[in-house]
């Protein structure tokens, strides 16, 4: 069953969630009548951040228009509506992609992630525990939208609150000015037959004055009371989205650095940070509405009660917190960064669109920074802002806004880092591949015509290198910081030492991403015994075992001349450029110790081999074989 079939089955929330990637950015019509075309396309072979690809991705869009053209052409006669539909849908996707086809591939590739993302779900329920992934209402992210829907008519209820206060505000000042009029009256006929109705009048006004003064003044606090409410519910939903989701996000695509499954949610963050902006927004505008009505009509109270100057400044410190944080690196550079290499990178800002940022589009500058700049810029010394650890050539680049996908973000193609300045070594220091850099992204842009911001993101640590001989120790570095990095650590911070069951995991992610097939338990079994420098009968439980880093990538094995990571990276470099096939296919092993492979082929018949990975030499093979005389060989 093709994955369309199974999409067309998805039921209730699902399918809502469904419409509305459809509704957006891809013609529903044109998934429908060509989706075994497209479900057929290599939409995985371009590299939508690539240039060079671009060819290749309007190939694939001229094709696809083909290929409705082609479908309009035999539609029935008398279904004029489908045929009409059709090409109308034609005239969307050259009007939106005629000009970006890699914004077309990339709208194409996540809508059919989320297409296989929701089917899984239907389908096997249980089986989704990526906390990272979308989840419909009734779901783990079930709560959250409720507390959006919560925020949303609290905040209907308060600007109606508002309209009220201002209607009664309105009223007293027509009756402030029938007071007025009335005291002119009274100067006029003092002495008069109506002088005594006058006065009454008079009464009766400065009674009624007085009473819609203590209402209006106690319609403004209990109003105050409401929006300190609605504002402190606002920050438990944006740190859930901002310190939780989207904190999470970033852990995530770390972790994808080594081969971890990432399930890309950044659309589904980005429309609940547009939720988080429309009600701060909203709240906002209210506020300065109060305060505009207060200021056309002063009623004095304590000042203990006057919660609107501190309202102002909350609401304003949310604002800046979700704009800030919502800075990011969607896109990382290479974290194993060879001088003079092209890469490229992309940032996102992904309130962009709710705050109309996208209007005048902001410039964006990348430059190269050290750790220990990284560590003083977090703690609040802006030196680093002005001051580069190196060039980079191809470093500013302006924001741009995608109609159909609705995101603000600037993509930087041909991006070089020229030179670098490295921290002084003295003697006994580390190496070049231990020293970590990252990119310093920054940008400037106004909110609301009336808040000026200045923001900036940093990339995951990078290492940089000049020669490819110290790519395999840089790749150790960047895969145990990628692995072990806390969240809210001091940058580069990482863990001396780990369980080796969670640098099993790792290891089996790294060379599955790789490779394609995994490394079982046997494998990772010889590997401990490898890396501790035991023998596999000599170990029983490995669960509380722990290896350091040092351990991993720095001492090199017992009786040899190299580290455990440079076997393994040979090993898996040399799976991936010559037996690749093979190794996916279960004909080989590799990872097996000498004497274990001896004790396998004396129990098999004469011109059985296997091969394993040698254990001398560097990206090796050992081919292990059962001679005639039923003893086993090596060569």
């Known amino acids: 069953m093709s994955l369309w079939e199974k999409t067309q089955r998805l039921q209730g929330d699902a ?16 998934r429908h009548y060509c989706a075994q075309w497209i479900e057929e ?16 991705a309007t190939g694939l869009l001229k094709n696809l228009l ?33 000009r970006s086809p890699l ?3 990339q709208i194409t590739r996540n809508m059919l992630e989320t297409e296989k993302h929701l089917v899984e779900l239907a389908e096997h329920p249980g089986n989704i525990t990526d906390a990272s992934a979308p989840s419909t209402k009734t779901g783990p992210n079930g709560p959250l939208m409720q507390q959006f829907e919560l925020l949303q008519r609290a905040t209907k209820t308060t600007d109606s609150d508002l309209n009220i206060l201002q209607h009664e505000q309105e009223s007293f000042v027509i009756l402030y000015q029938e007071k007025y009029q009335i005291e002119e009256a009274l100067a006029r006929q003092a002495g008069t037959p109506s002088e005594p ?24 606090m209990h109003l105050a009371k409401k929006h300190l409410d ?15 989701h989207l904190m999470s996000w970033r852990r995530n695509q770390q972790l994808s650095g080594n081969g971890v499954p990432f399930f890309n949610n950044l659309d589904q963050i980005q429309q609940w940070c547009e939720m988080l902006g429309d009600v701060i927004l909203q709240n906002r505008q209210q506020l300065q509405r109060v305060e505009s009505l207060r200021t056309q009509l002063p009623i004095p109270m304590e000042p203990q009660q006057d919660l609107l100057p501190s309202l102002n400044a909350k609401i304003t410190a949310l604002l800046s917190s979700l704009v800030t944080s919502t800075f990011i690196v969607e896109r990382q550079p290479p974290q194993v960064m060879k001088v003079s290499n092209k890469f490229s990178c992309s940032v996102r800002l992904l309130v962009g669109n709710k705050l109309n940022v996208h209007l005048t589009p902001p410039k964006v500058a990348g430059t190269i920074i050290s750790e220990a700049q990284a560590n003083a810029l977090i703690k609040g010394d802006k030196s680093a802002i002005t001051n580069s650890a190196g060039v980079i050539v191809n470093n500013n680049g302006l924001m741009e806004y995608n109609q159909a996908a609705k995101q603000l973000v600037v993509n930087f193609r041909n991006m070089a880092l020229k030179t670098v300045k490295r921290s002084e070594r003295k003697k006994h220091q580390e190496a070049v591949t231990e020293e970590k850099f990252c990119l310093l992204f920054q940008s400037k842009f106004n909110v609301a015509n009336e808040m000026t911001f200045q923001v900036w993101t940093l990339s995951l640590p990078v290492v940089v290198i000049v020669h490819g001989s110290q790519e395999a120790q840089a790749t150790a570095v960047i895969m145990w910081d990628n692995a072990f990095a806390e969240l809210g650590r001091v940058p580069f911070e990482v863990p001396k030492e780990v369980l080796w069951k969670a640098l099993a995991e790792q290891l089996n992610f790294k060379f599955k991403s790789q490779i394609g097939t995994g490394l079982c338990e046997e494998h990772l079994r010889f590997l401990a015994a490898k890396l501790l420098g035991r023998k596999e009968d000599t170990m029983e439980d490995l669960s509380n075992v722990k290896v350091s880093r040092a351990k991993f990538h720095k001492e090199n094995l017992i009786e040899r001349k190299f580290t455990f990571w440079e076997w393994f990276y040979d090993a898996m470099k040399l799976v991936k450029d010559h037996l690749q096939d093979l190794w996916n296919n279960g004909c080989i092993h590799g990872f097996l110790a000498k004497q274990t492979a001896q004790d396998w082929l004396l129990q098999k018949a004469p011109g059985t081999f296997l091969l394993r990975f040698s254990d001398s030499i560097l990206g090796g093979v050992t081919i292990a074989w059962i001679r005639q005389d039923s003893e086993s060989g090596n060569g």
């Not at 399918?15 to 044109?30: A, G, K, M």
């Not at 396309?41 to 290749?56: C, F």
């Open 41 to 56: 396309q290599p939409w995985e072979g371009v590299d939508t951040y690539n240039n060079q690809h671009e060819k290749m």
């Open 197 to 220: 109705r006058l006065r009454q009048r008079k009464e009766q006004v400065d009674q009624n004055l007085s009473q819609k003064a203590n209402s209006i003044l106690e319609k403004r």
């Open 66 to 98: 083909k290929e409705v053209e082609n479908k309009a052409k035999h539609v029935s006669p008398t279904d004029f509506v489908t045929k009409m539909k059709l090409e109308e849908a034609m005239a969307y996707l050259r009007e939106h992609y005629g």
């Open 15 to 30: 399918l809502d969630q469904l419409r509305n990637v459809y509704t957006q950015c891809f013609p529903i019509e044109v």
């Open 103 to 105: 914004n077309f591939v």
């Open 230 to 244: 609605s504002i402190q519910n606002l920050e438990k939903v944006q740190n859930v989205v901002l310190n939780e």
